[in-house]
């Protein structure tokens, strides 16, 4: 039976907003294309956050002179098994998938290989890059810094790194990889908007108010930017270890160190790509063990008979054939918005018939 949450959207149909938009913008059909793709990936996997609700801030970033729609992207180093990528101030999708061809290509040659990508902007979600890793036979790795800092250095009331995502994918011999997608703050931004559009109030330990207390109020949160690191300790370190491999690496500027976004945001991307077969000699034996292990964590007795234990992937997998039979929701707000940018772009704004729909 289908959901009754609200409007849905067929996968397809939401795909073309997304091209409209994208294209209206002047954008490259071959890097629409691409940008819909990772944008789309997003939305049917649950990450709402990392999909078409971008545009709105893409729209703003491209408006400010962030970010352009029609970069010429570069490879500026292409060595064996290391590469490093300039995206010319244009969104991430299309460097973050170009580094992602040429690291499986690398790895396919040497058994692992690295790609840093510099002067880009946001990339969407990072699981997106290593699932399509893992779906060729590869362990992958992706990390990014972000164009503003949010996280607040533990003991800290100032922002000095971003929210600064790390994502890890490794292939199954059932076709569904493990995938591990996450923040290095306690909630993302975009989770802080999607409670904003929500009208509810946000978890404590999510954010930070000027003072150092618990900020509960989610659009105090996103005035401030005053994110609280996962874990603490543990969370501000793996975000500055994600600084070191997309920025320090790449040469793209350094988050503590931006102050206020210049004209372009110059974010960096890190790619990596690990051929299991070079360790164990074939592709199938790591696959089956990994299937092995995966299926061991999901045996746990769960402490709730109605929530069994799960590995990472698992809720984003199922999120995803849900949304593909039934369709991904469509807030009113993010209509709205969307409605707006496409008159603004002179684009045809497809999901008006979506919204009587449920």
Same mark, same amino acid.
């Given at each position: 039976?289908?959901?009754?949450? +609200? ?7 939401? /795909? ?62 292409? /060595? ?20 992602? %061809? ?24 990072? #699981? ?20 503003? =800092?949010?996280?607040?250095? $533990? ?11 790390? =994502? ?15 923040? $290095? ?5 975009? @989770?802080?908007? !999607? ?28 005035? *401030?930017?005053? !994110? ?8 501000? +370190? !793996? ?11 790449? #040469?793209?500027? !350094? $988050?503590?160190?931006?102050? @206020? ?23 199938? %034996?790591?696959?089956?063990?990994? *299937?092995?292990? $995966? ?36 807030? =009113? ?26």
């Amino acid at each position: 039976m289908r959901p009754e949450l +609200g409007p849905y959207v067929a996968a397809a149909l939401w /795909r073309r907003q997304m091209l409209e938009i994208l294209r209206a913008w002047r954008m490259s059909d071959a890097h629409a294309q691409v940008t819909a793709d990772v944008l789309g990936a997003a939305d049917l996997m649950g990450i709402d956050s990392h999909g078409m609700a971008l545009l709105p801030l893409y729209h703003q970033q491209i408006q400010d002179g962030g970010a352009t729609a029609t970069p010429i992207i570069s490879v500026v180093h292409d /060595r064996a098994a290391v590469a490093l990528i300039d995206g010319d101030a244009g969104f991430g999708q299309v460097p973050g998938m170009m580094a992602v %061809e040429l690291a499986a290509e690398r790895a396919e040659k040497f058994g692992i290989a690295a790609v840093a990508i510099r002067n880009s902007n946001h990339y969407g979600a990072a #699981g997106v890059y290593v699932r399509r890793l893992a779906e060729q036979g590869l362990i992958g790795i992706s990390t990014s810094s972000v164009w503003r =800092a949010a996280i607040v250095p $533990t003991g800290g009331l100032e922002p000095r790194l971003g929210t600064n995502p790390i =994502a890890f994918a490794a292939p199954s011999a059932r076709g569904k990889p493990f995938l591990l997608d996450m923040a $290095t703050s306690t909630a993302a931004i975009g @989770k802080l908007k !999607l409670a904003q559009r929500a009208e509810t109030d946000i978890p404590e330990g999510w954010a930070l108010t000027r003072e150092g207390s618990p900020q509960r109020d989610p659009n105090l949160a996103l005035l *401030d930017t005053l !994110l609280v690191p996962l874990g603490g300790h543990k969370g501000y +370190g !793996l975000a500055a270890m994600v600084e070191v491999l997309s920025s320090v690496l790449s #040469g793209a500027a !350094l $988050t503590p160190l931006r102050g @206020k976004p210049g004209k372009r945001h110059d974010v960096g991307h890190f790619v990596l790509a690990l051929d299991p077969a070079m360790m164990r000699g074939s592709r199938a %034996e790591f696959e089956a063990d990994l *299937d092995r292990m $995966t299926d061991a964590l999901r045996q746990t007795p769960p402490a709730n008979p109605a929530r069994p234990v799960m590995v990472a992937g698992d809720p984003e997998y199922a999120c995803e054939a849900e949304r593909l039979s039934h369709g991904i929701p469509l807030p =009113a707000k993010l209509a709205e918005q969307l409605r707006g940018i496409a008159e603004q772009a002179n684009a045809a704004f497809l999901l008006k018939e979506e919204r009587a729909s449920t």
